[in-house]
């Protein structure tokens, strides 16, 4: 008995569902046309510049993720864009660029992120790659179709490329058609050499049998290359005398030696030299190669060319004595603890005693100027014999004629930067060339280098002891910019510039006689006013409406009441270094966000205002707040009768208001001081001798690492333009130091070219002179080529047939094949 079969169930199947494959192959179609490649909406440049410019797109596909990219060099500006017209004009570019392109040989590079520009001689492309290997023969040839598919119905105008197998392998699959032509491009990478292509007659013969139409009698076109590599001769030796602690010598003390920074490399560099013999171009009957017979003789190669390869590490003496001290940036213990003086001069390392007493700056004074008699005593690993000379070159004022002055200028631009549009290590904040923290962080790293941490920490030791010397004589450091502490420099020049401030106010406060031993005075800490100047020293009881501390006459203006304005004598803002600034910054940042928080940071932001505010009404008695406003701050004050404030100074909770309420008529002369030079000076001589080991490197690495710049710059390296920027110090040191190495090796580079070159260039053809120098290095006989590479060529009817072989350990071949479409 006949079942009834439900037709439904038989042919309920929708074959409208779209595949897998076929999504792929419209995703790669759509991609195509979003960026405008059919040969319809190609433009035609007419010049183009040296830089690639690429855009991608991701595709997935069966699980595996591909990166479509576009490269194209990129067009001349303001030049006009010109519209293919026909597929002729494209497939004349590319035959142009196939033919040209066997000027190339395969490790040639011209900046595109994949060979096949080079080889084929491409000004744009597509490129297919998978994210992982694409080595299954299957997905391979699914891919291939996909992609010849959709360069067909989109009538892609640019070859469009498959990268396949590993990608070490460099192989690549690639199509371009036309309506008559089709170009075929294949790669083939073999482990081994196969006996057939081994020599110029197999690859000759296997040319042909790729070429579809006849060609005429040595018509082929060669270009040959032969790399050998020459190593361990007299002429690529290292002569270079390594002077880097020269300066120690017994015969005394030689600064010249010095200053001069160690640079380049104290061994061999060069690994090994690679000559290449190069035929640019000869016909297949010029030359016989073969398995059992080869005329082809390097020594008659038209050219000669040598690129020379450096050792993986090699030793830099710049960059050996910079790592040295970039090594001592995590030390944490006292630099004075590798004397054993870290206890008579009353420091405590903050991580080993945390819960002590902290240290007072009297009992630092009273150690430093020699009251504990083991400091006095101390005599340290560098002789005298060495330490005078060194410190007499960081202090040249310390003794008459010196040879070795401080510029009368001082500049924070170096002068073989003048000029240069990169700049070495140019991010880096440091201290005026050849200033006093130049030499000191110079001389510090070569005694650090010669004598290991006991060198430096004596040489630090001492430079403290003469900075002490001079604050208490009130003698100004030389090599230091004048001013404020700069914040374009470095902290260590930073804290040099307030010690000289202090020097300065103490000098100029005490009227010259700043010269006593003590020399403290009328300017101790612990005063809390100025001194009265002469003029007012009989009017210490003033009655509040008497005008006092006046500068001059500010113009015709006046108060509101009718009365002259008068500038105010005022005391000068103190100057603050970096370090200083971020201690105020996070101190206003812990305060909190409360209302009494926030009066208390109004308060320590204004008591320079407060300083000024109290200066006027001592003054202008009577002022009111909008004649105040009227001199320090003109824009917020308005003329209207007879003066009055501006809208910004009447918004709500507005601290001058408070301010202004708060002042007393009190003359500059007999306010508390906004700067105590006193304190300032021995806050700084204690940062300085309390300082670890790793925070001493750091004040002294800036300096370092621009004098190895100035150094790398005299000898001919050239800076990147890195432009560092947020990022912490001891990163952007890294930076620097990596830059500087770099650096150092290209130098090294130069040197190996001068030297075994003479006036060629590397890469370029060598000269008679070079040709003959190179050849007596060996003995005038070349070893075994390591590389050898062939490029052939034929112009047939149909196009330009190219064919690559490069033979090595392994072999690679790579062809541009064109043939006619016949259509049926």
């Not at 080869?294 to 993986?312: V, Y």
């Not at 070795?404 to 201290?431: A, H, M, N, V, W």
């Not at 920490?457 to 003698?475: G, K, S």
């Not at 230091?480 to 700069?486: D, F, I, K, R």
Request: hydrophobic share 40%; proline share 5%; glycine share 6%.
């Amino acid at each position: 008995m006949n079942e009834e079969i439900d037709e439904y169930d038989i042919y309920h199947q929708d074959f409208t569902t779209v595949s897998e494959w076929e999504v792929f192959v419209a995703r790669l179609e759509e991609v195509i046309n979003e960026w405008h490649l059919s040969k319809s909406m190609l433009k035609r440049f007419p010049e183009y510049t040296k830089k690639w410019i690429t855009k991608s797109e991701e595709i997935k596909f069966r699980g595996i993720q591909f990166t479509l990219s576009y490269h194209m060099l990129e067009p001349v500006k303001n030049t006009n864009d010109v519209e293919y017209t026909d597929d002729q004009s494209l497939l004349s570019e590319l035959q142009k660029g196939l033919w040209e392109s066997a000027s190339n040989f395969m490790e040639d590079v011209d900046g595109s992120p994949f060979p096949v520009s080079n080889w084929f001689g491409l000004k744009r492309y597509l490129m297919l790659c998978s994210s992982s290997p694409l080595v299954d023969g299957s997905i391979i040839k699914i891919v291939m179709s996909s992609v010849n598919i959709a360069f067909g119905n989109v009538d892609c105008s640019v070859p469009l490329f498959v990268k396949i197998r590993e990608h070490w392998q460099n192989v690549y699959l690639g199509v371009y058609e036309d309506n008559d032509y089709k170009t075929s491009i294949d790669t083939i990478h073999l482990k081994r050499i196969s006996n057939h292509c081994s020599h110029l007659n197999g690859l000759m013969s296997l040319f042909k049998s790729k070429i579809a139409s006849p060609i005429a009698l040595d018509a082929v076109l060669i270009s040959a290359k032969l790399c050998y590599e020459l190593k361990d001769s007299d002429t690529f030796s290292w002569k270079q005398r390594n002077n880097s602690n020269e300066f120690l010598s017994i015969d005394g003390f030689d600064v010249k030696k010095l200053i001069e920074l160690p640079f380049g490399a104290e061994k061999n560099p060069i690994h090994s030299a690679c000559l290449n013999a190069i035929w640019p171009q000869f016909r297949e009957s010029a030359i016989v190669d073969s398995s059992t017979f080869s005329d082809i003789d390097p020594i008659m190669a038209p050219t000669w060319t040598i690129t020379l390869k450096l050792r993986n590490n090699i030793q830099c003496q710049l960059s050996e004595i910079i790592d040295k001290m970039m090594s001592l940036l995590d030390e944490r213990n006292l630099l004075m603890d590798i004397l054993g003086l870290s206890k008579s001069l009353g420091l405590v390392n903050p991580l080993h005693k945390i819960t002590e007493a902290p240290i007072t700056i009297s009992k630092l004074v009273k150690a430093a100027i020699g009251q504990n008699t083991s400091v006095t005593e101390f005599k340290g690993p560098i002789t005298d014999d060495l330490l005078m000379p060194l410190l007499y070159y960081v202090f040249p004022d310390a003794i008459e004629n010196s040879n070795f002055p401080y510029p009368d200028r001082l500049d924070l631009e170096s002068k073989q930067s003048e000029g240069s549009e990169s700049k070495l290590c140019s991010y880096i904040k440091t201290s005026p060339e050849d200033g006093l923290v130049w030499r000191l962080s110079v001389t510090a790293i070569r005694l650090l280098d010669a004598g290991g941490l006991p060198y430096l920490a004596h040489f630090w030791y001492e430079f403290v002891q003469e900075l002490q010397y001079r604050w208490e004589h009130r003698i100004l450091l030389p090599g230091v910019t004048e001013g404020p502490p700069n914040a374009r420099t470095c902290l260590l020049h930073q804290k040099l510039q307030l010690l000289n401030c202090c020097v300065r106010r103490v000098s100029q406060g005490s009227g010259g006689g700043g010269g006593s031993a003590g020399g403290m005075g009328g300017n101790s800490s612990e005063d809390e006013f100025y001194d009265c100047s002469e003029s007012e020293a009989g009017e210490e009881q003033l009655p509040w409406d008497r005008p006092v501390g006046r500068l001059t006459r500010l113009g015709n203006e006046t108060l509101k009441n009718g009365a002259p304005l008068y500038v105010p004598r005022t005391q000068d803002p103190a100057p603050k270094t970096e370090d200083q600034l971020e201690e105020d910054a996070e101190l206003m940042v812990r305060l909190g966000d409360d209302a009494k928080a926030s009066e208390l940071r109004a308060r320590m932001m204004s008591a320079s205002l407060l300083s000024d505010m109290e200066a006027f009404k001592a003054a202008n008695p009577g002022a009111e707040l909008c004649d105040f406003v009227h001199w320090y701050s003109p824009r917020d004050w308005k003329p209207d009768d007879g003066g009055s404030l501006g809208d910004r100074m009447l918004l709500p909770g507005n601290p001058w208001v408070e301010a202004w309420n708060v002042a007393r008529p009190v003359p500059a002369s007999r306010q508390r001081r906004l700067f105590d030079e006193t304190r300032e000076a021995e806050q700084v001589l204690h940062f300085l001798r309390s300082r670890t080991i790793g925070a001493v490197a750091e004040l002294l690495l800036p300096a370092v690492l621009k004098a190895g710049a100035l150094k790398a710059m005299e000898e001919g390296a050239t800076g990147n333009g890195s432009n560092v920027g947020g990022v912490d110090k001891r990163r952007t040191f890294e930076i620097a130091a990596r830059e500087l190495f770099e650096a150092e090796k290209e130098s090294c580079r130069s040197v190996c070219v001068r030297r075994i070159l003479g006036s060629s260039a590397e890469g370029k053809p060598l000269d008679v002179a070079g040709r003959t120098r190179v050849l007596n290095a060996v003995g005038g006989v070349l070893p075994p080529p390591f590389r050898k590479e062939f490029t052939l060529r034929v112009k047939d009817t149909v196009g330009p047939q190219i064919l690559r072989a490069a033979l090595s350990t392994d072999m690679t071949l790579v062809g541009a094949f064109t043939e006619r479409i016949v259509c049926l």
